[in-house]
C-alpha cells in the first residue's frame, strides 16, 4: 500500500485518514493539522520521514510560480527541511498543468469567454490565471484584498504582474499566519462579512484557494459559481445555503470530500516512487482520465 501524509498548518478538525484506489493502487491518504504550528509542522515532518512514501504540505505552499519565476515561502521551507529521505511536495507542480486543464475543459460547459471571475489570489496559481486569461476570461485579481487587506480588486493584468513582482519577494518572507488562514481560524462555521462583497457581487464565477474564498464570502451568493478544491461536506452545504449553484472541485471527491492539490500530488508521488516533471503530470492526468468535478448545489437546495 501507498501511504502519503498531509501536514497541515489548518486546523485539526479537518483531519481525514481514508484509503482510496488511484490508478490501480492502494493509497492510504491522511491530513494532519498541526493548528497553526510551523515549528510543529515542521517536527511532524521530521517523525514521518522515511516512514511514509510522500509528504505534502498543507495550508501554504513551498514556493508560487510566476511568469517563469519561483518564489519560496520562508515558513515553508523550514517545515520541509525535516524530511530528507521522503519527498516533499506542496501542490504546486500539480497545480500548474490540473488546474490548466480544468480550465479548459470547463469552457464547453461555463463558456470563459467574456465571463467575469473573481480570482481570490493569483499569485497560487499561475496556471489556473494564465489559462481563464487564454480562454478569455475578463479576470479580477484578489491578491491585495484577499492576501493582505488592502481593499482593492485589479483588473488589469499588467498592473497584476507588476504588483506581484514587487510584492511577491516580501510576502514570501512573511509568516504565513499573516497572509492566510490557519489553526482554528479554518474553524469558520456558518460566518459571513460584506467587507469584499462588491468583488463577489461583480464576479460569475468566484475561484482560488478555498479559505480565502471562504474568509470573506458575503451572505448572498446567489446564482454564482465557484471553483475551488479542498471543500468538506461542511462547506458544501455552506455555499448551498448562500445561494450558490454550482460548486466545481478541481481534484477529485471521496466521500463527500475533495481532496487538497498537495494530497494527491503526493499519491501521485507516492505511486511513481520518485519526484515528477511537468510531463510526468501530465502523462498522469491522461492515465487517470482527469475531469474537475461538478456538484449542481440547485438540486441540493430543493431536496432541503
Not at 510543529?40 to 514556493?63: K, P, Q
Not at 475578463?138 to 491578491?143: A, E, L, M, N
Not at 512573511?174 to 479554518?186: E, F, R, V
Request: glycine share 10%; net charge positive.
Amino acid at each position: 500500500m501507498v501511504h502519503v501524509v498531509s501536514v497541515s498548518l489548518g486546523s485539526a478538525k479537518r483531519d481525514v485518514d481514508k484509503t482510496v484506489e488511484i490508478l490501480g493502487h492502494e493509497v492510504r491518504l491522511e491530513r494532519r493539522g498541526t493548528n497553526g504550528s510551523v515549528e510543529g509542522a515542521r517536527r511532524l515532518v521530521s517523525e514521518l520521514d522515511g516512514r511514509v512514501d510522500a509528504i505534502g504540505l498543507g495550508g501554504l505552499d513551498l514556493f508560487v510560480t510566476w511568469r517563469g519565476r519561483r518564489y519560496f515561502f520562508r515558513d515553508a521551507r523550514r517545515i520541509a527541511s525535516g524530511a530528507t529521505r521522503t519527498p516533499v511536495v506542496c501542490g504546486a507542480g500539480l497545480k500548474d498543468t490540473l488546474e490548466r486543464r480544468a480550465v479548459a475543459l470547463l469552457d464547453a460547459s461555463l463558456g470563459w469567454r467574456g465571463r467575469r471571475v473573481l480570482l481570490s489570489s493569483a499569485l497560487d496559481r499561475g496556471g489556473m490565471t494564465e489559462a481563464l486569461v487564454e480562454h478569455g476570461a475578463t479576470v479580477g485579481y484578489g491578491d491585495l484584498a484577499f492576501g493582505l487587506g488592502v481593499p482593492w480588486l485589479v483588473r488589469s493584468a499588467r498592473v497584476q504582474d507588476a504588483l506581484i513582482r514587487i510584492l511577491a519577494p516580501i510576502a514570501t518572507r512573511l509568516p504565513i499566519s499573516w497572509l492566510y488562514d490557519t489553526g482554528s481560524k479554518q474553524d469558520r462555521t456558518d460566518e459571513t462579512t460584506e467587507r469584499y462583497a462588491r468583488f463577489y457581487a461583480w464576479a460569475e464565477v468566484i475561484a482560488g484557494d478555498w479559505h480565502f474564498i471562504r474568509r470573506y464570502a458575503p451572505a448572498d451568493l446567489t446564482g454564482k459559481i465557484v471553483l475551488t478544491n479542498t471543500t468538506t461536506q461542511g462547506d458544501v452545504a455552506f455555499l448551498t445555503r448562500l445561494g450558490v449553484t454550482r460548486l466545481v472541485t478541481t481534484t477529485p471527491r471521496y466521500d463527500g470530500r475533495s481532496l487538497s492539490t498537495n494530497l494527491l500530488e503526493a499519491a501521485f508521488v507516492g505511486i511513481r516512487g520518485r519526484r515528477l516533471a511537468r510531463a510526468d503530470y501530465e502523462a498522469l492526468l491522461d492515465e487517470f482520465d482527469y475531469r474537475p468535478t461538478e456538484l449542481d448545489l440547485r438540486a441540493a437546495a430543493a431536496a432541503v
